[in-house]
């Protein structure tokens, strides 16, 4: 499904800083991975090179068959919106918005409207424990509510890879635990791949396979849970 | 300044305006703006009122008093009864003319009729000339003219020329004697001995004022007295060379604080921007204060900060706008002069420049109008709650809402202002009005904006809805980016509404005035041009012409406090009377038998206090008659009044029986062009005249009216610059607090297209609410501009007139500019940079 060729990429000029060396990675379908590494080490570049929100300087990224190097900006955009979802560390959730509205936007962007949408926000609520907050506006959100509703909007629209970048980074250990069992849960019931980028072993083991990013260059680490 | 204090400056002041410094630029900018336009209007008002003091100095010279006759002129047998006054030092006879001048269309000059020798002994200066001959003794010389400096520069006229004046239809030559210098005669006009004055032009036995110097230690009080006594028949006025300036400054005050007010609307709008820009800087940066509070500045620290730095921004702004305002103010008065000061201001004047006093107080204006931006959002800065600052999602606890019942207090405070009778005769009140209102509604727009997008329709549009969403979350946000627009375009509609009404009526009123084929006109009020009765019947009889009427120009006086009024007589049907004058108001009943009918034009019924049916007595040269006010009529020609009186009455009691207009009906036959010929084929070689169409006269008309009210289109358009800086601040602040929800925008799916687009709405539907508020409140404020202000200041009624096509296109403009405005300081949402302002680690 997801197919990470020789992969670089450098920012900077003077000087030069080469943040990926030569990154290569291949996820299937129903796959559910960490990446670890320090700060500063590439890990979010890695997944904006995948979301296909920015271009390697060498390599190739390629989803479901499409090289995204040689698609367009919109192409780029519009295979985001139906076959992604993200979960941020700093949940970015729009403040205007209701939480029902905000794990709907991604029906909404690929024009799922009325029913059929009301019926999947409705179970994908239910399922993430926050039915009852349906008409909260974020600020009035726990982080950890805050955090499960992210985990809804980046399934809400069955997406096949979820990219979670630090998602219990602003979370108490509790919270974390909780919205990584429910974000495992939910890829599982829906046979989404995942990628999770964090710097926490706990977190990273609620994972398949554990790969570690280190200095621009990715290995693999130990496989810690068999696939259920 | 302690380390730690400027380490606090740095750290809450500079840096962040440092950072935006675009916005901080527009802010000084702004203040810089109003400051120049207040200054160099400040400085050519100075300078109009200099002149005017300047001129009557030197027209009157040592004189401690000038008797005047109210009405037109006075009977030269007063003359040696004032002079043998005991306590008359010396008495000099005047006699004032406005020569119109033969060789030149439409120009005139002031000749003043002078005692030689009497003058010179009210006028020492007048022998130090350094002309070659004696003035005194040449000015005897029945054909010999002395002109001002002024003069001379205007007409481009030196010694040894020849001036050429018309007296009715004759052209008098007068040999220039000499050049005065300003110290003896400063306005533009010429010198001329009395007895040729009143010999060649038609005055013999009249004098226009006598200006008499006291000896010393009898006092002004006692000298008036005796005067009032020696009246012989004549009505008096007699008056100081300070009451003389007073009342020529009075003539154009309403223009000046017009102008004036012109100026506080641009510093008003600079301090909403000022305003706009630092709530919008207080907003974002909550949390900063926050974390600042919580590492131990105090909150009474962070206020004084803000609010110095403000007054920095106030003075450097101040002293742009000073520099800026000297330089207009001298470029105004040398290169625009008489195109926008209506024909107040001398084109002529000497460089002006400010005093250190009056730059002070311009850069204290400047500082307060920021700091009075600057106050609320300061203050509220200061009051962060410092643990809901810090919290994530933190914008929606930062609205506050108008208290609505404060809200309906000040707006039916702006209109009970309007109730308050004009202050010195300034239509203060209604500018107090506008400005109350304004700010109310200013007040009000975050209610309004959320109140509207409650109602607005809904869509699957999804960029739309979020716009939508995030405008109804951040109304004070957007309230705020919107404010200068609101004020600016109310500004922009209540002046278009206002010159539209305006220029309409005087088109509708100048077709109405001008019933005839053709006008033939020869000189004016108090001109020495003129025509005679045989002339006019002469032309009466020429082939094409169906039937004339005349009218002569003169003065009258309906109170001697006040200056006269112009006294219109034609001759006229009194029942046509409806043909060609636009009456406003008309007596149920007829003119009692012992009174003589007059129609009074609505500025002198203001003037005067006047309404249809009123009896007043009034002074037309010596005679007094009771007069019975039959009809008010609409008059743009006359700002300080005139009146319309039956020519048969007017030469009944005065004798005048010259013409200045003949209005010509022709037959249905007849040639416009040849019957024009005609006339001018009879009229005497050399001599000026015009002889226009209605059409004619209504496009000059017209082409005045709109040079004196360039300046104001001038401003306006600088006002919704102002306007759209402020959206373009906002929207740009806005997106850099929001980049964070753009990257997730991104991350989700939304294209670049869809962020500009979400962006172009949000702008365009601030624009809109900006518009909309402003078309009413602009509505709003031309109703108190047109039925309050301009009565109050020019006494001119006019009927509403607004130019719906125009406000259509400005605010589809607008709006259209606001959407375009936002997607351009939102350019960077849609970049690289905001796709990694999700997280900013690599």
């Known amino acids: ?228 | 300044m302690s380390a730690a204090a400027f380490v606090v400056l740095d750290a809450v002041v500079l840096r962040p305006m440092r950072r935006n410094l675009a916005r901080t630029t527009l802010a000084v900018l702004a203040i810089a703006l109003g400051i120049a336009l207040g200054s160099s209007i400040y400085l050519i008002n100075r300078s109009a009122a200099d002149e005017i003091s300047l001129a009557a100095r030197s027209l009157y010279g040592l004189a401690d008093l000038s008797v005047e006759s109210v009405g037109e002129t006075l009977q030269d047998t007063l003359y040696p009864s004032i002079a043998r006054l005991p306590g008359v030092a010396v008495a000099s006879p005047e006699i004032e003319i406005e020569a119109r001048l033969a060789d030149r269309p439409r120009a005139s000059i002031k000749l003043i009729g002078v005692d030689a020798f009497r003058y010179a002994e009210m006028q020492p200066a007048i022998a130090r000339t350094g002309n070659d001959s004696d003035v005194a003794l040449e000015l005897l010389n029945p054909s010999s003219v002395f002109l001002s400096a002024t003069a001379a520069r205007e007409l481009g006229l030196s010694k040894g020329e020849v001036l050429n004046v018309q007296v009715g239809l004759r052209v008098e030559p007068l040999e220039i004697a000499g050049v005065l210098p300003a110290n003896v005669l400063r306005e533009s006009a010429g010198l001329i001995d009395i007895a040729t004055a009143q010999w060649k032009f038609d005055r013999l036995g009249r004098l226009s004022r006598i200006n008499l110097r006291l000896k010393s230690g009898v006092s002004l009080k006692q000298m008036k007295s005796s005067l009032q006594q020696l009246q012989q028949g004549q009505a008096l006025r007699i008056t100081t060379p300070g009451e003389a300036t007073d009342d020529a400054l009075r003539l154009s005050r309403a223009y000046r604080a017009n102008l004036t007010a012109l100026a506080l609307v641009a510093l008003f709008t600079g301090g909403f921007l000022v305003y706009s820009t630092q709530a919008l800087m207080a907003l974002r940066r909550r949390r900063e204060f926050a974390i600042l509070h919580a590492l131990g500045v105090t909150r009474l620290q962070q206020l004084w900060l803000n609010l110095s730095a403000t007054a920095v921004l106030g003075l450097l702004g101040s002293a742009i706008g000073i520099a800026l305002g000297v330089l207009l103010a001298n470029v105004g008065l040398r290169t625009l002069g008489q195109a926008v000061g209506a024909g107040y201001f001398s084109q002529n004047a000497a460089p002006v420049n400010l005093h250190p006093v009056e730059i002070a107080l311009f850069a204290a204006v400047g500082m307060l109008v920021a700091l009075a931006g600057a106050l609320r959002p300061s203050l509220e800065a200061s009051k962060v709650s410092t643990a809901a600052a810090l919290k994530a999602g933190d914008v929606l606890s930062a609205y506050s809402p108008a208290n609505p019942v404060a809200l309906t207090l000040a707006f039916l405070l702006g209109i009970a202002v309007l109730l308050v009778p004009p202050i010195a005769g300034l239509p203060l009140p209604g500018y107090v009005s506008i400005a109350i209102l304004l700010i109310a509604t200013v007040a009000a727009m975050p209610a309004f904006i959320r109140a509207v997008l409650k109602i607005r329709p809904k869509t699957n549009f999804v960029a739309y809805e979020i716009a939508i969403a995030e405008l109804a979350g951040t109304a004070r946000y957007a309230a705020l980016s919107v404010s200068a627009i609101v004020v600016s375009f109310s500004l922009m509609v209540a002046m278009a509404i206002m010159v539209s009404s305006f220029r309409t009526s005087l088109d509708e009123w100048t077709q109405k005035m001008l019933p005839a084929d053709l006008y033939l006109r020869v000189g004016y009020v108090g001109q020495s041009a003129h025509m005679d009765e045989s002339l006019a019947r002469s032309l009466a009889t020429l082939s094409g012409v169906s039937r004339i009427e005349v009218s002569r120009l003169s003065e009258a006086s309906l109170n001697p406090e006040l200056p006269p009024v112009v006294l219109i007589a034609r001759s006229f049907d009194v029942d046509a009377i409806e043909d060609s004058l636009w009456i406003t108001a008309k007596a149920t009943a007829r003119a009692p038998d012992d009174t003589t009918p007059i129609w009074v034009s609505e500025a002198a019924a203001d003037l005067f206090d006047l309404a249809a049916g009123d009896l007043i007595e009034m002074q037309v040269g010596e005679a007094r008659l009771e007069t019975f006010v039959q009809g008010l009529w609409r008059d743009y020609e006359h700002q300080n009044g005139a009146i319309l009186i039956q020519r048969d009455t007017y030469t009944r009691l005065n004798g005048d029986r010259a013409i200045n207009t003949i209005w010509f009906w022709l037959s249905e036959d007849a040639s416009l062009r040849s019957v024009r010929d005609a006339l001018v084929a009879n009229l005497p070689p050399g001599v000026q005249y015009d002889i226009r169409q209605p059409g004619e006269i209504r496009q000059l008309s017209l082409r005045a009216f709109d040079r004196t009210f360039a300046i104001t289109y001038v401003l306006e358009i600088v006002a919704v610059a102002i306007g759209l800086f402020g959206i373009a601040a906002g929207i740009s602040a806005q997106v850099l607090a929001r980049r964070g929800e753009f990257g997730a925008l991104r991350h989700i799916g939304f294209t670049r297209g869809q962020i500009g687009g979400m962006l172009a709405i949000e702008g365009s539907v601030l624009g809109a609410m900006g518009v909309l508020a402003g078309l009413a409140m602009g509505v709003v404020v031309s109703l108190i501009l047109i039925y309050i202000v301009n009565r109050q200041s020019f006494h001119w009624s006019m009927d509403l007139h607004a130019p719906v096509s125009l406000l259509t296109s400005l605010a589809l403009a607008l709006v259209a500019c606001s959407a375009l405005i936002a997607l351009l300081s939102g350019r960077q949402a849609m970049g690289v940079d905001v796709v990694r302002a999700v997280k900013e680690d690599w």
């Open chain 1, 1 to 228: 499904m997801l197919l990470i060729d020789n992969v670089a990429k450098t920012f900077g000029s003077q000087p030069a800083r080469e943040v990926l060396s030569d990154v290569s990675l291949r996820i299937c379908a129903g796959q559910y991975i960490a990446i670890m590494g320090e700060s500063g080490s590439g890990k979010s570049t890695l997944l904006n090179l995948i979301a296909g929100l920015d271009l390697p300087d060498r390599g190739r990224v390629i989803f479901e068959g499409r090289v995204l190097s040689e698609l367009d900006d919109s192409q780029r955009t519009i295979l985001r919106r139906a076959h992604l979802g993200f979960v941020f560390q700093a949940f970015h959730l729009l403040p205007h918005l209701s939480l029902e509205r905000n794990v709907g936007l991604p029906l909404a962007l690929n024009g799922i409207h009325g029913a059929r949408a009301q019926q999947r926000i409705d179970e994908i609520l239910d399922a993430v424990g926050l039915s009852s907050r349906r008409r909260s506006m974020p600020a009035n959100l726990s982080g950890g509510e805050m955090q499960r509703a992210a985990v809804a909007r980046a399934l809400v629209h069955r997406p096949k890879l979820v990219l979670a970048d630090e998602p219990t980074g602003n979370l108490d250990a509790e919270s974390a635990q909780e919205v990584l069992a429910l974000l495992r849960i939910q890829l599982k019931q829906d046979g989404a791949a995942g990628i999770l980028v964090t710097h926490s072993p706990a977190a990273a083991e609620t994972t398949d396979e554990i790969f570690r990013l280190h200095r621009g260059r990715l290995s693999a680490s130990t496989s810690v849970h068999e696939t259920i």
